[in-house]
């Protein structure tokens, strides 16, 4: 585990056996512990909204969608680009979910992104014990009908895929309430992103790289004209 800062939000990188004990442990708790997917485009966008940031340092693990974020700050070792380019942590979390039997539960923000995720899910592992789905339009997007229904399957486990920071603000103003040990946040662009990157959206990212790269080193450069 490796502690650094960018933008002035604190973050904890994990390998990804490190972060799979650290599943075991969530799993075997007594509370829900929260898991999130993370891109340098929403640290951006966090480091700008006070509540935001406050959520993101809230939750109990994060996770980089992709390597720009330890590229930029300076740790991106080689085998931590190919965990996180080959997507291990998801990968081992649902056979580990399937080995388990847990009880999983899918939530995505509407019916169509739902039967999207489940797809996406099943691509990667199938018969996973899915005990319930659920589309947060259906509960007209009111956190405590939610909640009733996290609590009336109790699922070990619920997978998300909502537009940032919608699970995010759930997790960290709800998630005292929920009956669960592990809620995961995956990213909103899972469809291309728990896909075989193209040639294209390696390109795309390079591009968004150098950008977010710039950022932060304004940002430092603010940081050490301010000392």
């Known amino acids: 585990m490796q502690k650094f800062t960018i933008l002035g939000i604190t973050l904890y990188d994990y390998g990804a056996r490190e972060a799979l004990r650290n599943t075991d442990r969530f799993l075997g708790s007594g509370g829900l512990n929260t898991v999130a997917y993370i891109s340098s485009a929403q640290i951006a966008q966090a480091s700008r909204d006070e509540e935001l940031k406050e959520s993101v340092e809230q939750l109990d693990m994060t996770l980089c969608t992709e390597p720009d974020l330890l590229e930029a700050a300076g740790i991106a070792a080689r085998s931590r680009i190919r965990e996180i380019d080959e997507k ?33 899910i099943q691509e990667y592992q199938g018969n996973l014990y899915i005990q319930g789905r659920g589309a947060y339009e259906l509960f007209d997007r009111r956190p405590e009908r939610l909640v009733n229904e996290l609590n009336d399957v109790v699922p070990d486990a619920v997978l ?9 603000v759930l997790m960290k103003d709800y998630g005292q309430y929920v009956n669960a040990r592990l809620w995961v946040s995956l990213p909103y662009g899972a469809v291309s992103w728990m896909q075989n ?9 390079k591009f968004h790289y150098r950008l977010f790269e710039k950022r932060v080193q304004e940002y430092n450069n603010r940081e050490t004209d301010a000392k």
Do not use: G
């Open 160 to 168: 998300s895929r909502m537009p940032w920071p919608e699970d995010i």
């Open 197 to 205: 990157p193209s040639f294209w959206a390696q390109l795309k990212r």
């Open 88 to 120: 291990v942590y998801l990968r081992e979390l649902l056979r580990k979910l399937y080995r388990n039997r847990n009880r999983v539960y899918l939530l995505a923000d509407t019916q169509s992104e739902l039967e999207m995720l489940e797809e996406l």
